[in-house]
């Protein structure tokens, strides 16, 4: 069973997390290759939603600093939304609040990536 369901959202990517608790090695693994699959079909935007993600292992952040990775490579740009506070809390912590556009809502990420230049 896949541990993400996808959608493109007019030109965008939007990717979301079926499991509420993101712990176990395999079910790590798991996620991890499916997000790298997913960012070849991204066509330069793509969207994490981690609406309903109470718990992620600390593992799972080096899954997604990766796929930040091959999204560089591709010229994939990757934001990410509805990131609770406890697992928000290790973003800050580990800095990816920096390296990540984090946002509210999927809504406020999906207005994000149409704005082009500094005007919007």
Same mark, same amino acid.
């Given at each position: 069973m896949p541990e993400l369901l996808s959608q493109h959202k007019d030109d965008v990517?939007?990717?979301?997390?079926?499991s509420q608790k993101i712990?176990? *090695?395999?079910?790590?693994?798991?996620? !991890?290759?499916? @997000? $790298? *699959?997913?960012?070849?079909?991204?066509? !330069?935007?793509? @969207? $994490? *939603?981690?609406?309903g993600v109470t718990f992620m292992s600390s593992a799972m952040i080096g899954k997604i600093v990766l796929l930040n990775k091959k999204c560089k490579t591709n010229k994939t740009t990757i934001k990410?939304?509805?990131?609770?506070?406890?697992?928000?809390?290790?973003?800050?912590?580990?800095?990816?609040?920096?390296?990540?556009?984090?946002?509210d809502s999927e809504e406020d990420a999906l207005t994000a990536f149409g704005k082009k230049g500094w005007f919007g």
């Open positions: 990517l939007v990717v979301q997390f079926t712990l176990s *090695d395999v079910l790590i693994a798991q996620i !991890g290759r499916e @997000l $790298l *699959d997913l960012a070849d079909e991204a066509n !330069g935007k793509m @969207l $994490l *939603d981690f609406r990410l939304c509805n990131i609770s506070s406890s697992i928000m809390e290790v973003f800050e912590i580990t800095r990816l609040n920096k390296i990540f556009s984090i946002y």
